[in-house]
């Protein structure tokens, strides 16, 4: 059974720094990209980042570029999210989610909002307080 479990979530002062985690089983993690979205309410599902688990390579949205870092630990089938410089804006849900198809990586994300993702996992709360 495939699963995707994000945590980390929680309240936090502008400014502040948090790591989300999203832990994995059920398939083979190197083959796949791992990104994180995030929807706000009222608005559509943004792609935030992926990395893609053979290489590392990672990808950001124009938003959080600079203060976002993405990373991944094989041995433990998960991927991070180190977020800093944290902005009110940044309050949402955050998901991650699983594509075996890399080359769609990140237009998957970035530019389709993550339409056609292979697995989704449940969402953490971030709220950042001003």
């Known amino acids: 059974e495939v699963q995707l479990q994000a945590s980390g979530g929680g309240l936090f002062q502008a400014g502040g720094s948090l790591r989300l985690s999203c832990k994995t089983s059920g398939f083979t993690f190197a083959d796949y990209a791992i990104c994180w979205f995030r929807q706000a309410p009222g608005k559509e599902r943004e792609g935030v980042s992926c990395?893609?688990?053979?290489?590392?390579?990672?990808y950001y949205a124009n938003s959080v570029k600079g203060r976002f870092t993405s990373s991944s630990d094989n041995a433990k089938n998960t991927v991070y999210l180190q977020m800093n410089i944290l902005e009110p804006e940044d309050t949402a849900v955050y998901y991650c989610?699983?594509?075996?198809?890399?080359?769609?990586?990140?237009?998957?994300?970035?530019?389709?909002?993550?339409?056609?993702?292979?697995?989704w996992g449940k969402g953490t709360q971030v709220t950042v307080s001003s």
């Open positions: 990395i893609k688990n053979h290489d590392s390579s990672t």
């Open positions: 989610a699983a594509t075996i198809h890399t080359i769609r990586v990140p237009w998957i994300a970035l530019s389709e909002s993550g339409n056609g993702m292979d697995y």
